[in-house]
């Protein structure tokens, strides 16, 4: 063989090599990557799981004070088996079935809202050492679910970043990474909310 014919093989075979050492590093980066957006999504289920449990033992509290609202605790229980209801595979999640996911979770905290309202009108209910650590925990969830969130898009906006930038693209397109949805603001909630006091 001549000597430009083995410069030439070593050159196409550098070549060759350095694209599958990318290959490699890139599928592997876009694994660890998706793992920690399904990691993440396992934590928002966690928390939503923990306030789903909770409303059982909130409704048996309420249920014991005389002639509450019984259309607003069947709203209540009604919307935990809707919430609990809605799952989603994280790993291939459409935007779509994340706002459904999305919209049976808000209908479950507007319900708890509504009750926790109704029940200002019960002060003993209010007293209820039982009810008020149960809303306690409530209040503590509704903000670990937030923060949850919250950390579920920003490891999805890593995901998406890495298999959407060249060259990693290249091999997302190959390999069949594709897209995560991300958990949105529920319509309106740009707006704030108008309060009125009534004297």
Known sequence: MKKGTIITLCVIGGILLIGILMGISAYNTMVNKDEKAAEAWSQVQNVYQRRADLVPQLVATVKGAADFEKSTLNEVISARAAATSVTIDPSNATPEQLAAFQKAQDQLSSSLSRLLVT??????????????????????????????????????????????TFPKNIFAGMFGFEKRAYFEAAPGAEKAPEVKFEF
């Open 119 to 164: 029940v200002e009108r019960y002060p003993e209910l209010k007293a209820n050492q039982n009810f008020r650590d149960l809303q306690a925990q409530l209040e503590g969830t509704e903000n670990r679910i937030a923060v949850e969130r919250k950390k579920f898009n920003e490891a999805v906006m890593d995901y998406n970043k890495t298999i959407r």
